[in-house]
């Protein structure tokens, strides 16, 4: 028996992955003050528990704001509504969380270097969907024009 993937089983595995991310970062909200500690008495490098708890909440928050927003737009897509406003404000609220995300962790890259990287690659993601933002704006205008041209 061969086994082919069609476009409904790949939003399907992306819907389940989403909301398994989503899960998980919930559950993450109860491992901050932990995980806070634990970096503090392992880097050794002066009281950073509290900044870093104060960052992985926050950006937690802002993961589960992008994941939830995310679900709506797959939701969007498996009604095949593809080329909507709609859509577009998911991709854009999704756009602004990795910025606001970056913030945070280029903030914290002042106490410590590693997160700049992670700030940096914040930005990337930011970028990456500000992209797909533009792609899906244009598709939607070029729609909307054919829609009205006889």
């Known amino acids: 028996m061969k086994f082919k993937w069609t476009a409904e089983k790949s939003l399907f595995l992306t819907f389940a992955l989403t909301a ?3 899960l ?8 901050v003050p932990a995980v ?4 503090s008495a392992l880097s050794g ?5 509290t900044v870093l708890g ?3 909440y926050l950006s937690l928050l802002d993961g589960i704001a992008a994941l939830c927003i995310l679900l709506k737009l797959l939701a969007n897509i498996a009604k095949q509504k593809m080329f909507v406003e709609e859509n577009a404000r998911c991709l854009r ?3 602004w969380c990795c910025f606001f995300l970056a913030a945070i962790w280029l903030f914290l890259g002042w106490f410590r270097f590693i997160a700049r990287c992670v700030g940096i690659i914040a930005a990337f993601a930011g970028l ?3 992209v797909m933002l533009n792609l899906l704006e244009t598709a939607i205008a070029m729609r909307e024009e054919q829609d009205y041209t006889i």
């Open 20 to 22: 398994a991310m989503l």
């Open 24 to 31: 998980m970062t919930v559950c993450g909200l109860f491992a």
């Open 36 to 39: 806070s500690r634990w970096y």
């Open 45 to 49: 490098r002066g009281p950073a528990g």
């Open 54 to 56: 104060i960052c992985l």
């Open 93 to 95: 609220l999704v756009s």
């Open 128 to 130: 990456v969907v500000r």
